[in-house]
């Protein structure tokens, strides 16, 4: 199994990324999927989930500027971020779980996003 995250990059205050976490081994569809982020010297903070059901919810850092989805197809979920502060940089980190009911955790290695002006 394998959680790939990708689309980090530095951008200006304001601007807008997607991040990309592809999965292989694992239908993200059938699976929990979360993002999470840290900045240097802090804990790791919940972003946003996006359930198998396709329910989704989003955490404090997210709210009203992330939206999380996820294309069947591809076997991949993301996380299209807007409106970028620069208390969003930080390494971004993908997680599965529950696979197919299954209590078993998958990360990946993380993203960095960095809003700089």
């Known amino acids: 199994v394998q959680v790939t995250e990708s689309g980090g990059d530095s951008v200006e205050p304001g601007g807008s990324l997607t991040l990309s976490c592809a999965a292989s081994?694992?239908?993200?569809?059938?699976?929990?999927m979360t993002w999470y982020r840290q900045a240097p010297e802090k804990a790791r903070v919940y972003v946003s989930r996006l359930f198998s059901s396709g329910a989704r919810d989003y955490g404090a850092p997210a709210q009203g500027r992330f939206t999380i989805s996820r294309d069947d197809d591809k076997n991949t979920v993301y996380l299209r971020m807007t409106g970028l502060r620069s208390d969003d940089t930080a390494m971004y980190y993908c997680?599965?779980?529950?696979?197919?009911?299954?209590?078993?955790?998958?990360w990946g290695e993380g993203t960095q996003v960095t809003v700089t002006s």
């Open positions: 997680q599965a779980d529950l696979c197919s009911g299954i209590w078993r955790t998958y």
């Open positions: 081994g694992i239908s993200v569809s059938a699976c929990r």
